[in-house]
Nanobody, 124 residues
Framework: QVQLVESGGGLVQAGGSLRLSCAAS????????MGWFRQAPGKEREFVAA??????ITTYADSLKGRFTISRDKNTVDLQMNSLKPEDTAVYYC???????????????????WGQGTQVTVSS
């Protein structure tokens, strides 16, 4: 059974920081790209960041560059979020998929494995 479990969400004031973690279990994800997506109420799920299997290549949503940083260590992927804004409020999901290019890893449709999500709320 493949499982992705997110943690680290919560309530933070605007300008603050949070660090999300996603732990993968059930198989070896060392060859998998891993990504973060988010979904705000009434909106579609949107791409946040992704990292390739080795951790050597990352990609970010243009609007989030400079504030969010993705990293990985074996079967864990983290998302450091700084200078948070109220519009960053959403449920954040991690996802994993093998054999995808870093370009394709920006697309939610390529992922077979998803976590249950963790709520991030940024107050103004």
């Amino acid at each position: 059974q493949v499982q992705l479990v997110e943690s680290g969400g919560g309530l933070v004031q605007a300008g603050g920081s949070l660090r999300l973690s996603c732990a993968a279990s059930g198989r070896t994800f060392s060859t998998y790209a891993m990504g973060w997506f988010r979904q705000a109420p009434g909106k579609e799920r949107e791409f946040v960041a992704a990292i390739n299997w080795s951790g050597g290549i990352t990609t970010y949503a243009d609007s989030l560059k400079g504030r969010f940083t993705i990293s990985r260590d074996k079967n864990t992927v983290d998302l450091q979020m700084n200078s948070l804004k109220p519009e960053d409020t959403a449920v954040y999901y991690c996802a994993a998929q093998g054999h995808v290019t870093i370009a394709a890893s920006r697309l939610a449709s390529v992922y077979d494995y998803w976590g249950q999500g963790t709520q991030v709320t940024v107050s103004s």
